[in-house]
């Protein structure tokens, strides 16, 4: 099974409807991190997934269009509120599977459509 | 922000020839890493480099953390098919959150 599982792997949503992207890690994890790559662009982050606190985010992105929960520390949740056609993007949810030090895991990614 | 500029943002090789990308930065990093995205999936990590001057190797992938901690480069040996792919830098500052940046990407083709 995957170290990092994401799901869904894809969907196509309606505008003004929200999705709610699962990430599970294998192992206990201290730092989550989502992200957002718009096609052909690199890796934006969107926030920090703190365990038992709120999320941390990033310039230009905010917790009522990005709610994020973090209930434990193998499991966290992006939701994507209210989308137009620019939320069309992947997101990819990370962690420090063998600590920061050596680097973070990348789930496959949500490759999200929105019509 | 911290921004990375990560050079070329694509090439075009044949099999066999090496490769050489390198990231560059107004900003001091702790750590520099390199990762290798394939369509479809997320980034998997190739080579992370923790000290100014550090040289590192993984089979034909070399690597190095410049010794102002200001860039790094990647250098492809003897290129095959299956090096095609997205490859990112990456930077990460200590304290605080220990966030990433990315460079914008080098994407290679490697023609058989």
Known sequence: SAVISQKPSRDICQRGTSLTIQCQVDSQVTMMFWYRQQPGQSLTLIATANQGSEATYESGFVIDKFPISRPNLTFSTLTVSNMSPEDSSIYLCSADRQGARNGYTFGSGTRLTVV | ?112
Do not use: H
Request: hydrophobic residues 35%.
């Open chain 2, 1 to 112: 922000g911290q921004q990375l500029n990560q050079s070329p943002q694509s090439m075009f090789i044949q099999e066999g020839e090496d490769v050489s990308m390198n990231c560059t930065s107004s900003s001091i990093f702790n750590t520099w890493l390199w990762y290798k995205q394939d369509p479809g999936e997320g980034p998997v990590l190739l080579i992370a480099l923790y000290k100014a001057g550090e040289l590192t190797s993984n089979g034909r992938l070399t690597a190095q953390f410049g010794i102002t901690r200001k860039d790094s480069f990647l250098n492809i040996s003897a290129s095959i098919p299956s090096d095609v792919g997205i490859y990112f830098c990456a930077g990460m500052t200590q304290g605080g959150s220990e966030k990433l940046v990315f460079g914008k990407g080098t994407k290679l083709t490697v023609n058989p």
